[in-house]
């Protein structure tokens, strides 16, 4: 076989090999987002907030991103932010608990809505997934009423 039509047979099987590699790169990004994906988010804000990972938050946190509190007062990312850098000034060496299994996930398209179960309040967390990944955009606390 001649040189050039070598190098072309050579630079044809390089670029089919490429094409293989971004397709299955872009076969794994289709797949989309999942359950595994929000628990790991959930897992890594907390981890963020205790230990006050404001760059990792402000990644995590959409800017319009809003936490209302059980006594329905709004709260800015701004301010979880600056919570999040006192309280791991204040609480060094605070052990991060992953999301706990009382918490429930639900997915609907590039939409997650994560419900946290605790004894005196639920809270509720809403993502959306855009660009590879899940960002938070609004949560809700809400203080659960006595039961006798």
Same mark, same amino acid.
């Given at each position: 076989?001649?040189?050039?039509?070598?190098?072309? $047979?050579?630079?044809?099987?390089?670029?089919?090999?490429?094409?293989?590699? +971004?397709?299955?790169?872009?076969?794994?990004?289709?797949?989309?987002?999942?359950?595994?994906? +929000?628990?790991?988010?959930?897992?890594? %804000?907390s981890?963020?907030?205790?230990?006050?990972?404001?760059?990792? $938050?402000?990644?995590?946190?959409d *800017?319009?991103?809003?936490?209302?509190?059980?006594?329905?007062?709004?709260?800015?990312?701004?301010?979880?932010?600056?919570?999040?850098?006192?309280?791991?000034?204040?609480?060094?060496?605070?052990?991060?608990?992953?999301?706990? *299994?009382?918490?429930?996930?639900?997915?609907?398209?590039?939409?997650?809505?994560?419900?946290?179960?605790?004894?005196?309040?639920?809270?509720?967390?809403?993502?959306?997934?855009?660009?590879?990944? %899940?960002?938070?955009?609004?949560?809700?606390?809400?203080?659960?009423?006595?039961?006798?």
């Open positions: 076989m001649e040189e050039a039509p070598m190098k072309m $047979l050579v630079l044809a099987g390089w670029l089919a090999g490429a094409c293989c590699v +971004v397709s299955a790169g872009a076969s794994a990004a289709d797949r989309g987002p999942d359950e595994a994906g +929000v628990r790991a988010v959930e897992n890594a %804000w981890r963020a907030f205790i230990t006050g990972d404001a760059k990792a $938050l402000d990644d995590l946190l *800017p319009a991103y809003v936490s209302v509190n059980a006594a329905g007062v709004p709260r800015p990312k701004a301010e979880i932010v600056a919570a999040a850098t006192r309280f791991a000034e204040q609480h060094p060496n605070t052990p991060v608990q992953p999301l706990p *299994p009382t918490s429930t996930i639900s997915i609907k398209g590039d939409t997650a809505v994560v419900t946290h179960h605790g004894d005196k309040e639920t809270s509720v967390d809403v993502f959306y997934y855009s660009q590879g990944r %899940w960002h938070a955009w609004y949560s809700q606390h809400t203080t659960r009423a006595a039961t006798s």
